[in-house]
C-alpha cells in the first residue's frame, strides 16, 4: 500500500542545469533551499547576480518531486573605462582655454 507521508520525494535546485543541491524529503516538509546562495563566473564583460529559484516560494512544502531553477540578473562588467570621456573632455576644454589665452596675449 502507498501511503504518501511515507514516500520521500527528490527537491533539485539547477545553475545551468546542473545539480546544485538536492535533498530527498517526504510528503508535506517544508522545502528549503539552499543556504548558500550560487555563484555564477563572469563572462564576456558580462556579471552575473544571483536573483533567487525560479518556481520557489517561501512556505512551500512538499507535494511530489520538484526542481528549481537559478535565475540570474546580468550587468555589464564595470571595468573603469567609462570614465575616460570626462577625462577627454578636460583635456580638451583645458586646450581650448590655453589657445584662447594664447590667442589673447599675442593679439
Do not use: C, R
Not at 527528490?10 to 533551499?33: A, M, N, R
Request: aromatic share 14%; net charge negative.
Amino acid at each position: 500500500m502507498f501511503i504518501e507521508k511515507d514516500h520521500e520525494y527528490t527537491i533539485q535546485f539547477l545553475v545551468d542545469g546542473k545539480v546544485f543541491y538536492e535533498s530527498k524529503q517526504t510528503y508535506e516538509t517544508p522545502i528549503v533551499p539552499p543556504a548558500e546562495n550560487p555563484t555564477k563566473e563572469t563572462a564576456d564583460g558580462i556579471q552575473y547576480t544571483f536573483a533567487g529559484w525560479e518556481g520557489y516560494e517561501e512556505g512551500m512544502v512538499v507535494t511530489d518531486d520538484v526542481t528549481f531553477t537559478a535565475v540570474f540578473n546580468e550587468s555589464p562588467v564595470d571595468d573603469g573605462s567609462g570614465s575616460t570621456w570626462i577625462i577627454v573632455a578636460v583635456v580638451v576644454i583645458i586646450a581650448i582655454l590655453v589657445a584662447l589665452f594664447l590667442y589673447k596675449k599675442f593679439h
